[in-house]
């Protein structure tokens, strides 16, 4: 079918060609064709390979889930008695839970409700303005950051589009988008709103980089001294998935891992779409509402020496309501040079010293791709 562009409803984009000319396209806005109750997915839409449709995922059932149990961080916590039974506990579940996945559900993380309600407020807020307002209250940028109000890497005139629009801004350092509206206008507090949050999440990011290298029987600091706290990088992308008329054709990112260190997220609306490879298999993460989702970025498994494996991950479309997450990606500075952690026990490296910047250049020149490849990059 073919797509109509409604009024000025697309996300224009620009993109560098494989002559190395800037190019301008037009992508459609997704969340305007669900607007309009569109009921043919559209040709450009159909993501996945026609014969591997997105239906075929796999949930876990109530035997298989505990081998995905929910981290309670405040166990983790050194407190008065904290050295007890719980923490080691808490930490044995931990390391099971990050190395067999790659990603790990927590509670009592000490963000407040309120901050988390006020999250789902502006992005609400944002999403649920006309085309026009979220244009004239944000920019759009394509480039090699991906940031700004669009579509996630598009890279030619014909590809195949995600389900998905999405807003991406760097949050820190304070100064990293100085001079770019990649902060939304409307809602009026969105920034204020989304700093708070994105610094409540560091707090606990710093605490679980700890946790994490100390379920791994590693110095405590190891994995955390590369995160720099003045310099150290966290970029927002809030993923917005509107109902899709053809879930099992269409997915809303396809699979990747994520380039960062540690990448830490929170959904609104429905729940049941993030899916990982587990075996071979696509599995729906089992991620129910009021917890929040952390996960092992391509960096962290540089760090770790592959201890830590990032996860190969994907989102499905849901049929007949919409998802929101937002995704915090949690960096060293890019100047900063990251290298597996120096431990007798894990025998010889597997990856090698790599600038952070330029592994993210890397990354984001060949992504997205059909396998785990970018972290080739990083490996003897
Ligand atoms: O929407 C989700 O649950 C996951 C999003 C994701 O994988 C990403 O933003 O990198
Ligand atoms: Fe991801």
């Known amino acids: 079918m073919e797509i109509k562009e409604d009024g000025n409803c697309f996300h224009e984009t620009k993109f560098i060609d494989q002559h190395g000319l800037l190019r301008t396209t037009k992508v459609p806005v997704v969340q305007q064709l669900a607007r309009n109750g569109l009921k043919h997915l559209p040709d450009r839409f159909i993501n996945v390979p026609l014969d591997q449709p997105v239906v075929s995922s796999f949930v876990l059932d109530a035997s298989q889930s505990q081998t995905f149990p929910i981290i309670d961080v405040a166990q983790l916590r050194i407190g008065p008695g904290s050295e007890g039974l719980g923490r080691a506990e808490e930490l044995v579940k931990l390391a099971s839970v990050a190395k067999e996945w790659g990603m790990f559900l927590i509670i009592n993380h000490g ?13 609400r807020g944002f999403f649920g303005l006309s085309f026009e307002e979220k244009k004239l209250s944000v920019g759009s ?10 579509q996630n890497f598009v890279r030619s005139e014909n590809q195949r589009l995600s389900w998905i629009d999405r807003l991406a801004m760097k949050a820190a350092p304070k100064e990293a988008s100085e001079g770019l509206l990649v902060w939304p206008q409307n809602p009026a507090n969105f920034r ?6 994105v610094e409540e999440a560091r707090k606990v990011c710093n605490h679980l980089l700890e946790a994490l290298a100390e379920s791994l029987s590693l110095e405590k600091h190891v994995f955390l001294q590369n995160f ?12 917005y998935y509107p109902p899709c008329p053809r879930p099992d054709l269409s997915l809303g990112i396809t699979p990747h891992s994520d380039g960062s260190g540690l990448t ?13 490879l587990k075996d071979n298999k696509w599995v729906t993460v089992p991620w129910p509402q009021n917890t929040l989702l952390v996960g092992v970025g391509d960096l962290l498994e540089i760090m770790s020496n592959g201890r830590l494996r990032s996860p190969w991950h994907r989102v499905a479309t849901l049929a007949d309501v919409e998802r929101i997450s937002v995704t915090l990606f949690y960096n060293p500075p890019s100047q900063a040079e990251i290298e597996p952690v120096n431990d007798e026990g894990l025998g010889n ?3 090698k010293k790599v600038i952070v910047g330029e592994y993210m250049r890397n990354y984001y020149k060949i992504s997205p791709t059909i396998d785990k490849v970018a972290i080739n990059f990083a490996k003897i």
């Open 349 to 351: 490296k597997s990856y």
């Open 141 to 150: 940028y394509m480039n090699v950051d991906n940031m700004g109000y669009g």
């Open 111 to 123: 963000i407040e409700d309120s901050v988390l309600r006020d999250v789902e407020d502006v992005v």
């Open 192 to 197: 204020q709103v989304m700093e708070k949050y």
């Open 228 to 239: 720099d706290s003045k310099k150290s990088e966290i970029n927002v992308r809030v993923n």
């Open 264 to 276: 830490f997220l929170t959904q609104f609306g429905a729940t049941g779409g993030l899916q990982v």
